[in-house]
């Protein structure tokens, strides 16, 4: 099956810090999303970005998937910030099936 | 409902019991999705519905392990004589189309195993 390959797969960084999280896939996708899984466990979808570019806010993303690639732009960072955040992408030949990535845990000091 | 919802939001069971866990997804979400998360690990794959079939349960541990959806809505995974492996928060999702929309997921249900 696919893989998905996350990095850093820590980070720590001071409030207001800019920084950037990727994401290597194996094979083709029709699907890529990004999560954001809070310190309670929560999972909330940041992006869904099969190919190109989207910006939310101090966040965007950005998928190169001829290159099986995607970043997440985190810009002038928040305590608010910290957790844990997921790549998931669904390859070409498996319809349905969201495979993760093991997370990048980003903690954001005041 | 507003959101995806999973009950109970926490189970402790012993060892060799029977455990169902509920998940209940957006009205009108065709697609269903059963994830499991170890502590401090990723989310493993289980099982997707797409209205009240499988197309993909490859990710079901054992034959412990066995879930349906009824009514093209609510799901239950059913875990039969848990072991304290199982021990993990079980994670539902739900999206409008499988495989090319966007999963929104619920709180989770947390099962230890004693």
């Known amino acids: 099956g696919i893989q998905v390959e996350q990095s850093p797969p820590d980070l720590i960084l001071q409030e207001g810090a800019n920084s950037t999280l990727r994401c290597n896939f194996s094979d083709s996708v029709n699907n890529l999303q990004w999560f954001h899984q809070n310190p309670w466990g929560q999972l909330i979808n940041l992006f869904y970005i099969p190919s190109g570019t989207k910006q939310n806010g101090r966040l965007s993303a950005t998928t190169v998937a001829t290159e099986r690639y995607s970043l997440l732009y985190i810009s002038s960072s928040q305590t608010t910030d910290s957790g844990v955040y997921f790549c998931a992408v669904v390859g070409g030949t498996s319809y349905g099936k969201l495979t993760f990535g093991q997370g990048t845990i980003l903690t954001v000091h005041p | 409902g507003a959101g995806v919802s999973q009950s109970p939001s926490n189970k402790v069971t012993e060892k060799g019991k029977d455990v169902e866990l509920r998940c209940d997804p957006i009205?009108?979400?065709?697609?269903l999705y059963w994830y499991r998360q170890s502590l401090g690990q990723g989310l493993e794959f289980l099982i997707y519905?797409?209205?009240?079939?499988?197309?993909?349960k490859s990710g079901l541990p054992s034959d412990r392990f066995s879930a349906e959806r009824t009514g093209g809505s609510v799901s239950t995974l059913t875990i039969q004589r848990t072991q304290q492996e199982d021990s993990a928060v079980y994670l539902c999702?739900?999206?409008?189309?499988?495989?090319?929309?966007?999963?929104?997921f619920g709180a989770g249900s947390r099962l230890t195993v004693l």
């Open positions: 999702a739900s999206s409008a189309i499988s495989g090319a929309n966007v999963l929104t």
């Open positions: 519905f797409q209205g009240n079939s499988a197309p993909d």
């Open positions: 009205s009108g979400h065709t697609a």
